[in-house]
């Protein structure tokens, strides 16, 4: 199972899918980082709704691609973590220190418009 | 699936650890957990399932319903003849909020389960049993 | 071939063995008993008789025993237990039905003692007759009294236990009743929830309200939490890591936790317990911890009247 990358203006939007396997997660911070810069995005937000699980490795993960994404130059936000994921998380220790989060793909998208940086564009 | 209701999942790459996680959720439908407590026993196995795949190479993963009483509960074998933990001690250091320890998740995956065991044995391999009761 | 257990009852065979194992109920026994059954089924009516006569005799047990249908019914059900204990095939459906039988008796709120009470007239008065009629074999009176008493005592067991399941199934139901009282999670303003904690906090305690926490986060797609303590006189450190935990947690989808009426004195414990206080916002009393919640959220607070011009 992949994620799909969908383009809203300047920003991505990354669904993360329950059953991705390594190589697909290698996929997509591959595929985000080609698209923030073929688009020129400011923002990309990572939609993990579907996860059923959040463990160290998907934290580890997720925060690759933040780093990525930060690096070229665009903000990222985590949204969807579910109730039971967040309980989790917390009991593992896992806080996703220094990442932005929010509740959902409308949060996020607010979030990025506050955050992003401004652009200038071509006509 | 051997006779005794216990659940055996192979565990060789990451696309196992997943199937690890459904097959728990399946096993445990009849019991009493709240979908908080079924992400919790998930994530565990999600963990430790993670650690055989990345130190281990292989192993397997083996999930039975358990009785103590009228309470019923799950337990979880992971067991594999990898390298073994040298510092078992310091592999479960607890730090709440950050991730001290080895990283092998271990110390929260004992957090997230009643009942947690390790043995290991460097050049022999290790077993983790954990075991989460119906409340 | 296995029958369903009965509700709340349920034995498996591997039990029933470990049982018959531990009382040294054997084949011999289950001789024993079935030759007495003849003998057993002389007296029958007549240690029922004097059986209720006892039972009646004393307050305590009598007030089971008013509806004269009621104890008509139980006479003849307990004279089918009688005979049934010397027919043999003391099989995992015997063993059910004693467990039922157990829980009818639970159910109708009979005392263990009066239980137990039972079971010793019944074997004294069959000591007594079985003496009598065997009189030419006392050996056989003497073998066939300890087959009885196993097996009277393998059945003692399965009541108590069924008792036992009983009262802890009550007690479960009111545990997780009390649990229910809610600590209600109020949706205050549009983004915002009110949790009013009253009372001690346990570990327990603190999970739930954690898991509902969340629940109403995503329920009410709140952004502000304002868990308000001031009704929680102490804090240890295991429920001062549990708040931590729920401010982290309602981070991760995104909502802002601020723990109002942080007493002296808890706030004290938390600093004594080390508790992270960097990644929360703790205000004194809930008024502030409102406002606060408001400032985040944009909303202003105008007075348009004054207090005398209010009705």
């Not at chain 1, 463990?55 to 949204?79: N, P, Y």
């Not at chain 3, 209600?184 to 898991?211: H, K, N, W």
Request: proline letters at 2%.
């Amino acid at each position: 199972m992949r994620a799909s990358i969908l383009k809203q203006n300047r920003f991505l939007i990354a669904s993360v899918q329950g059953s991705m396997s390594d190589a697909d997660l290698v996929q997509l911070r591959d595929e985000l980082g080609s698209g923030v810069r073929r688009h020129r995005s400011t923002g990309v937000i990572i939609d993990v709704t579907m996860l059923d699980v959040m463990d160290s490795f998907a934290v580890r993960t997720l925060r690759g691609i933040a780093q990525m994404v930060k690096l070229l130059g665009a903000e990222c936000v985590v949204v969807g973590i579910q109730p039971e994921v967040a309980f989790s998380m917390v009991q593992l220790g896992l806080t996703l220190e220094g990442m932005t989060t929010a509740l959902d793909l409308e949060d996020g998208l607010d979030a990025l418009q506050a955050r992003a940086p401004v652009r200038s564009s071509l006509l | 699936m051997s006779g005794s209701g216990e659940v055996v999942v192979p565990i060789r790459a990451d696309v196992d650890v997943v199937i690890a996680r459904q097959k728990i959720r399946a096993l445990v439908l009849d019991l009493r957990f709240s979908g908080s407590e079924l992400t919790l026993i998930a994530t565990a196995i999600s963990e430790v399932a993670r650690n055989i795949v990345s130190y281990a190479g292989s192993g397997e993963i083996v999930m039975r319903v358990v009785r103590q009483g009228q309470r019923r509960g799950i337990t979880v074998v992971a067991r594999d003849q990898g390298p073994g933990i040298a510092d078992i001690e310091r592999a479960m250091e607890d730090g709440f909020s950050t991730s001290r320890g080895l990283g092998l998740g271990l110390p929260g995956s004992k957090r997230l389960m009643d009942e947690f065991e390790l043995v290991s044995e460097v050049g022999k391999g290790t077993e983790i049993t954990m075991t989460k009761w119906e409340r | 071939m296995a029958k369903q257990p009965s509700v709340g009852a349920g034995i498996s065979e591997q039990e029933l063995v470990q049982r018959k194992a531990f009382l040294e109920f054997r084949d011999d026994d289950l001789a024993n008993l079935m030759s007495i059954n003849d003998v057993a089924r002389q007296y029958a009516d007549s240690m029922i008789e004097d059986f209720y006569k006892h039972l009646l005799s004393f307050e305590e047990t009598s007030a089971f025993f008013h509806d004269p249908q009621v104890l008509e019914r139980v006479k003849r059900a307990q004279q089918q237990y009688f005979l049934r204990l010397t027919q043999g095939n003391y099989d995992l459906a015997y063993a059910e039905n004693r467990l039922n039988i157990g829980a009818i008796h639970e159910r109708i709120g009979l005392p263990v003692k009066a239980y137990l009470g039972m079971y010793n007239y019944y074997l004294r008065a069959v000591a007594t007759r079985l003496v009598e009629a065997y009189r030419d074999a006392p050996k056989q009176a003497w073998t066939g009294f300890l087959s009885l008493m196993k097996l009277t005592f393998l059945d003692i067991g399965l009541a108590i236990d069924t008792y036992i399941n009983s009262r802890e199934r009550t007690i479960r139901e009111q545990q997780e009743a009390i649990q229910e009282l809610p600590t209600p999670v109020l949706p205050f303003r549009e983004g915002m929830l009110l949790v009013p904690i009253i009372g001690l906090i346990d570990s327990q305690r603190a999970r739930l309200l954690t898991e509902q926490l969340l629940s109403a986060v995503r329920a009410n797609r709140a952004k502000v939490v304002v868990m308000d303590i001031t009704g929680v006189q102490a804090v240890d450190s295991k429920v001062g890591n549990h708040l931590v935990q729920t401010v982290e947690a309602a981070r991760l989808m995104g909502a802002t936790v601020i723990l109002a009426g942080v007493s002296p004195e808890i706030a004290q414990t938390m600093v004594t317990v080390g508790i992270e206080l960097g990644r929360m916002t703790t205000v004194g009393d809930l008024q502030s911890g409102i406002e606060r919640a408001e400032e985040l959220l944009g909303y202003t607070v105008t007075r348009t009247r004054t207090r005398s011009q209010a009705t």
